[in-house]
C-alpha cells in the first residue's frame, strides 16, 4: 500500500493504486437489557487499505468478552477471526441495564473478501465457552456496500517505522480542539506517544508500531463533563460521566468516530480530549481515551491503553465503579486476573518457593485507601480545582508505594488477593503494577507478557 502522509496542516493525498485488500466495516446495532440481547444491521462500509498483517488474520489469544469470525459462504472456512469488548457488554453489567433497554452503535472490521462471508458474533459464557449471538451475510459486491471516499481530514505520521501492514498501527484522534488549538493538538499528540515508549515493553518495541494522527477541528474547546455543567458537541462526542463515574470518559458515537478514524490506517484508536480534569477509559479492541492535561496524564494513557491493546483487566478493588458487585467469582479471560489462589494462568511465572495464595500488606493498603476515597469524593463534591485532586494522589501515591514496596513478596510474582473491583475471591499477580496503582512501577510480568503477545500479533 503506498499512502502519502502530511505534516500537520497539511492536506493528505492517497496514492490512486492500493496493493492487497481493503478493509470492510460492518455496522450494527446491539440492543437489549440484562439478560436479553438483540444485533441488528446498521450498514456495510468499504473503507482503504487492508492495515494489519497479510498472514496472521486468525486470533488464538482467547481475549474478549465477544468474538467475531468471518468464513466464506464458498467453503464454511474461518478466514478471519479477533476477539474484542464493547460498551454494550460492559452496560449490561451495571444497574441501568436491570431497569430498561438501550442500544448501541458497534463495529467489526476485516480484510474485504472476494466473495459473500458469513459473519459470526459469539459472546462468552459463564464457563468462558463462546456461544453464537448472531450471523449474518455480508456481500462485499453488494449495491448496499457504502463505497464514497473518506473524509478529508489531516492524517499524518507523528511516528512512522515501516509500511501499516508490516507495523503496527495506533490512530491518535483529539476531540475538543478548535482551528486555532491545532498546534496544541499536535504537541499533545507528540507527547502521547512519547508517554506510551517510556513505559515498558512498549519501549523495547518502539520500532514494531507506527503513530498516525488526525486533525478534528472542534466548534468549542473541550468535552462534555455534565457532573460539572459542561456540556459540548465535539466533533468526537467523547465525554466524561460515562454510565455515571465522574472519571470515565467514552464516546457512544460509534459511527462518528468510524467515519473520522476510516481517514487514515489503524488497529488501535487512542482518543485525546482538550481538558484538565483527570479521566479516561479502554475497551479491549475498541479504543481508549485520556484526558491531555492532567498531571496523571502519562499514568491514566498507559493504564487504559493497557485495556485497550492487551484485554487487561482493572487489578484495584477500593475505588468506586458504575458495575455491580459480582455475586460469583467466574474465571476472566482478561490475562492478569484469576479466580484461582493457586494462579494456574501465569504458573511459569511465579516466583520459585512463593506461597499461594501470597501474603501483602492487605490491611495497611486498605485502610489508606479508604481515607483517601472519603477525601477523594469530597473534593469532587465541592467541585475543588484539580491541583486538589492532583495533591492528593500524589500523597495517596507516595504511602501506597511506601506499602506496597514492603514486605516478603514486594517484587514477586504469586497469587495477591485483590482484583476485577472485588477485595476477595480475585487475585492479580504482583503486589503492585500500573493495573493496580499510580505507582511508578509500571506493567508487572504478567501484563507485560500480554502486551507483547499482542505486538507479535500485528507486527511484522
Not at 30 to 56: I, K, Q, S, Y
Not at 174 to 191: L, Q, S, V
Not at 280 to 301: C, E, Q
Amino acid at each position: 500500500m503506498a499512502i502519502a502522509f502530511g505534516q500537520p496542516g497539511e492536506a493528505v493525498t492517497a496514492a490512486a493504486q492500493i496493493h492487497g485488500p481493503r478493509t470492510l466495516r460492518l455496522d450494527y446495532v446491539h440492543t437489549g437489557m440484562a439478560g436479553e440481547e438483540h444485533f441488528a444491521l446498521d450498514g456495510v462500509v468499504l473503507e482503504g487499505a487492508w492495515p494489519g498483517p497479510l498472514d496472521r488474520w486468525i486470533d488464538e489469544s482467547n481475549l474478549g468478552k465477544y468474538y467475531f469470525q468471518v468464513l466464506d459462504r464458498a467453503t464454511n472456512r474461518v478466514i478471519y477471526s479477533r476477539g474484542f469488548a464493547s460498551i454494550y457488554g460492559e452496560w449490561e453489567t451495571t444497574g441501568e441495564a436491570k431497569e430498561q433497554r438501550r442500544a448501541f452503535s458497534e463495529s467489526v472490521r476485516f480484510p474485504a473478501p472476494e466473495g459473500p462471508v458469513q459473519v459470526v458474533i459469539k459472546k462468552r459464557g459463564a464457563r468462558n465457552e463462546f456461544r453464537e449471538a448472531w450471523s449474518i451475510v455480508v456481500d462485499p459486491a453488494g449495491a448496499d456496500v457504502e463505497r464514497g471516499a473518506p473524509p478529508k481530514l489531516n492524517v499524518w505520521a507523528v511516528m512512522q517505522n515501516g509500511a501499516p501492514r508490516d507495523k503496527l498501527d495506533l490512530l491518535l484522534m483529539g476531540d475538543g480542539y478548535t482551528a486555532a488549538e491545532m498546534e496544541k493538538w499536535h504537541r499533545d499528540a507528540r507527547r502521547m506517544a512519547e508517554m506510551l515508549f517510556a513505559a515498558s515493553p512498549f519501549k523495547e518495541h518502539r520500532r514494531d508500531f507506527n503513530v498516525w494522527a488526525v486533525d478534528t477541528p472542534a466548534e468549542e474547546s473541550g468535552v462534555a463533563r455534565p457532573s460539572d455543567g459542561i456540556f459540548r458537541r465535539s466533533p468526537l462526542r467523547a465525554a466524561y460521566d460515562a454510565f455515571g463515574s465522574e472519571r470515565y470518559v467514552l464516546t457512544f458515537d460509534n459511527k462518528r468516530l468510524r467515519e473520522a478514524a476510516s481517514a487514515a490506517p489503524y488497529e488501535f484508536i487512542e482518543i485525546v480530549v482538550n481538558d484538565r480534569k483527570y479521566g479516561g477509559g479502554g475497551i479491549f479492541n475498541l479504543f481508549a481515551t485520556v484526558s491531555a492535561d492532567n498531571a496523571f496524564t502519562p499514568y491514566v494513557f498507559v493504564h487504559e491503553f493497557g485495556h485497550h491493546f492487551a484485554g487487561l483487566a482493572d487489578e484495584y478493588y477500593t475505588s468506586d465503579v458504575a458495575y455491580g458487585s459480582a455475586t460469583e467469582r467466574p474465571e476472566p479471560w482478561e490475562p492478569n486476573a484469576t479466580a484461582d489462589p493457586l494462579a494456574a494462568k501465569w504458573k511459569d511465572l511465579l516466583t520459585a518457593g512463593i506461597g499461594l495464595p501470597s501474603i501483602w500488606p492487605k490491611k495497611e493498603f486498605e485502610q489508606m485507601e479508604q481515607a483517601i476515597q472519603e477525601r477523594r469524593h469530597a473534593i469532587r463534591a465541592q467541585h475543588r480545582p484539580e491541583a486538589d485532586m492532583e495533591a492528593l494522589f500524589r500523597e495517596e501515591g507516595a504511602m501506597a508505594t511506601r506499602i506496597l514496596g514492603s514486605g516478603a513478596n514486594a517484587g514477586k510474582v504469586g497469587a495477591f488477593e485483590g482484583a476485577m473491583y472485588e477485595g476477595r475471591g480475585y487475585y492479580r499477580p504482583q503486589q503492585d503494577c500500573i493495573m493496580f496503582t499510580r505507582d511508578e512501577v509500571g506493567f508487572c510480568a504478567v501484563c507485560r507478557r500480554a502486551i507483547e503477545r499482542v505486538i507479535r500479533m500485528y507486527a511484522k
